[in-house]
C-alpha cells in the first residue's frame, strides 16, 4: 500500500461518501465513536449506496441481483491486509471502476481494535455471535458492535429483493502463526451442509487450496450468517498479521480478483478436481484451567503435523493425545483465557 491510512495525504482522492477522511478506512479509524446518521446516493449507472454506519456500507445495483454478499473484516483490529484489500474495492465501487452486479455488504468489524492495532480491546468480538453477545457485559464496545453487525447482517438479508436466490458471506481474516498451507478457509458447522461447487470455484480462484471442516456450532461471525441467515459463509484465512503498510498486497491478488468477479456478478472458471482440499476438525482444544499444559511448540506453524500418540495438552488425569495416523494444528494460541478454544487439531477429508 503506498498511503498511510493513518495520514491521508492531501494528493489523494477523498472519496465523496467519507469526506472529510479518504476513505472508508480513513473515515472508520477517526470515527469510531462517533455516531454516524445514515447516507444515501445513487451512483451514474444507478446503484444505491447506502453509508449505514461506522465500517457498514451497502452497495445495491439497479439491475436483478441473484446474490446477496456480505464482505467482512476487522473483525480483529490487527488483521490488516483484508482491510486494504476491501478498501480498495470500496473506492473503486464509488469511482465506479469496478462494476456492481450483486448487492453488497461491507462490514469493517472493530473500530477500537484497528486504532489500537490489536485483535480486540476487551473481547475478541469472532466468539460473540449467534446471540452469544447476549451472555456478555453488555456495556462493552465490541459485545454492542457484535449485536449491531448481527443486526445489519440480518437485516440485509431481510431486504433482498425475489431476484435474489444465494446468500454469501466472506469474513476476511489473516493468522498469527505462519501457516504450511499459505491460505485456508474454515467452512462453519451447519447439519447436512454440502460445499457447493461455485463455492468451491470461488475459494480455488481465490487461490484458497485448503478447506478445514469444523464439526460443531461455533460462536463465530460466519457461524452466525450460515447458521441463522442461511447464508454460504467462510471465515477466510488469507495470510499472516501485519501492521497497516506493511503487508504485500501482491499476495493477496487471488481473492482480490475473486471478490470483485463475484461483486460484478461474474461466473468463476470451474476448478479442477482436488483444487480444494479438504481437512476436518477431529479435536477441539479448550483451555481448561491454571494447570492446564500445552505441549505445543511457539514456533509450530499452522498445519504442523504430529504424529498418533503426540500429547497435545493435559490438565490433570484429562489430556488429548493425537488419535488419528497422523494430525495437524491450527489456531494453537496457549494464551486465550480459561474456556476458550487454544487451538483445532484436523485430520485429512477426502470426501470434499
Ligand atoms: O491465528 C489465529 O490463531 C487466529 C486467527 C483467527 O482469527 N481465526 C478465526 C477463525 C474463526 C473460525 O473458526 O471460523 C478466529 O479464531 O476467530
Ligand atoms: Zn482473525
Known sequence: ??????????????????????????????????????????????????FLDTGIIKFEPNTAA????????????????????????????????????????FIFGNPWAMNAAERFVDINMNRLFCGHWQTQDLSLKEVKRAAKLEAY??????????????RLHYDCHTAIRD????????????????????????????????????????????????????AQSFTLELGKVQPFGSNNLADFNGIDKALRKRIAGETLPSSVQGAVEGFEVCHEIERTSVDWQFFIDDSATNFSAYPE????????????????????????????????????????????
Open 179 to 230: 501457516s504450511t498451507r499459505t491460505r485456508f478457509a474454515v467452512y462453519p458447522f451447519v447439519a447436512e451442509r454440502k460445499l457447493p461447487n461455485s463455492e468451491k470455484d470461488f475459494l480455488a480462484h481465490a487461490q484458497i487450496n485448503t478447506l478445514l471442516l469444523q464439526q460443531k456450532p461455533a460462536n463465530t461471525f460466519s457461524s452466525f450468517s450460515s447458521i441463522k441467515q442461511n
Open 153 to 166: 447482517v440480518a437485516n440485509f438479508f431481510a431486504e433482498e429483493p425475489v431476484t435474489v436466490t444465494e
Open 66 to 105: 441473484t446474490q446477496s454478499l456480505v464482505i467482512s473484516c476487522a473483525i480483529h483490529g490487527n488483521e490488516t491486509a483484508p482491510i486494504e484489500i476491501v478498501n480498495q474495492i470500496i473506492n473503486d465501487l464509488l469511482a465506479e471502476e469496478q462494476k456492481c452486479g450483486q448487492r453488497v455488504l
Open 309 to 352: 500418540g503426540f500429547m497435545v495438552w493435559q490438565d490433570g488425569d484429562k489430556s488429548y493425545q493425537v488419535e488419528n495416523a497422523e494430525e495437524y494444528i491450527v489456531f494453537p494460541n496457549p494464551n486465550v483465557p480459561i474456556g476458550q478454544r487454544a487451538g483445532l487439531m484436523l485430520k485429512k477429508d477426502n470426501n470434499l
Open 1 to 50: 500500500m503506498t498511503d498511510n491510512p493513518l495520514q491521508p495525504s492531501n494528493t489523494v482522492k477523498i472519496n465523496f461518501m467519507f469526506s472529510p477522511h479518504k476513505d472508508m478506512l480513513g473515515h472508520t479509524l477517526a470515527n469510531a465513536d462517533s455516531e454516524h446518521k445514515a447516507e444515501h446516493s445513487i451512483l451514474s449507472a444507478g446503484t444505491e449506496v447506502t
